[in-house]
């Protein structure tokens, strides 16, 4: 898959399952304020999250704290997660602020991974349906996710098509691309 093949972004109309009528944008901020008040009670190992900007809940910001035991392990990565109006019903799309280099993750920072893929079929075959955007995923699923992406990259389906070639033929130079982010990471955090 070429880096713009990632099919992320699409528009769609979905409907609410219970009522049948398409999602309404209070409904999806109140998901979102509970998903919030849940991560802020109970934080989850491995990230941080809140709100950009207060007054607006589809806009969050992510740290990212690199899995121990990876190569990212000590990097400190914000990225961002845009909801849409629609959301359970579609996904957000995430991306990384911090400089990444991963397969998964293209040079401009958008994450291009199955969970944050819009829902159904796959038109290229990569995916099942199941394997892309479910809405009982959440801001924690999501994060765990990506997370485990740091950690086991898919170089078959990739953002970066360079870093994926590097994974797989040239893997220090990989690794020694991927300590210098990790060291900007902690410079800038």
Not at 46 to 58: M, V
Request: hydrophobic share 35%; aromatic share 8%; with cysteine.
């Amino acid at each position: 898959m070429a880096v713009t093949d990632c099919p992320i972004g699409k528009s769609a109309i979905f409907l609410n399952k219970s009522t049948g009528h398409p999602m309404s944008e209070p409904q999806s901020s109140l998901l979102l304020k509970k998903q919030l008040a849940e991560l802020s009670k109970n934080p989850v190992e491995g990230f941080s999250a809140g709100l950009i900007d207060d007054n607006d809940i589809f806009r969050w910001e992510v740290l990212i704290i690199g899995p121990p035991d990876t190569l990212y392990e000590g990097g400190f990565f914000k990225a961002h997660l845009h909801f849409p109006k629609e959301y359970p019903l579609r996904p957000p799309r995430m991306k990384f602020v911090t400089e990444i280099w991963h397969p998964n993750i293209d040079r401009n920072g958008d994450v291009c991974i199955s969970i944050l893929h819009e829902p159904g079929d796959d038109k290229w075959g990569y995916e099942k349906a199941s394997e892309r955007w479910l809405p009982v995923h959440t801001v924690e699923t999501i994060l765990i996710s990506v997370i485990s992406m740091l950690a086991d990259p898919n170089d078959e389906s990739p953002a970066n098509v360079d870093a994926a070639k590097e994974w797989r033929e040239a893997y220090p130079e990989f690794k020694r691309k991927v300590a210098r982010c990790v060291r900007k990471s902690q410079e800038d955090c």
